[in-house]
């Protein structure tokens, strides 16, 4: 999937992904290839990304929005946890 993470300051993340997990309103969610489309907001925790090399990161954030649209494409909006 295409997933871009944004905080109002930098980009965070942005490339292929092969998974995203965070915490929403609704319960931890992980998002995969082929998701259905999705709008959800953010709570406090960890994000992990595993990107196409399966490399993991790991973004702590406080708050954010997050899209899925057809075509796995991911955008993801955040504040950064300090």
């Known amino acids: ?3 871009g993470v944004y905080s109002l300051q ?3 993340f942005q490339g292929d992904a092969t998974s995203v997990n965070c915490n929403t309103r609704m319960g931890e969610v992980t998002i995969l ?3 259905e ?3 959800s907001i953010i709570e406090k925790g960890i994000m992990k990304i595993v990107d ?3 490399k993991e990161w790991y973004i702590p954030v406080s708050s954010g929005f997050l899209e ?3 075509g796995s494409q ?3 909006l955040v504040e950064e946890e300090k």
Do not use: C, E, F, T
């Open 1 to 3: 999937m295409k997933l």
């Open 10 to 12: 930098k980009v965070l």
């Open 33 to 35: 290839d082929n998701h």
């Open 37 to 39: 489309a999705l709008i």
């Open 52 to 54: 196409k090399d399966q």
């Open 68 to 70: 899925v649209n057809s």
């Open 74 to 76: 991911v955008k993801i």
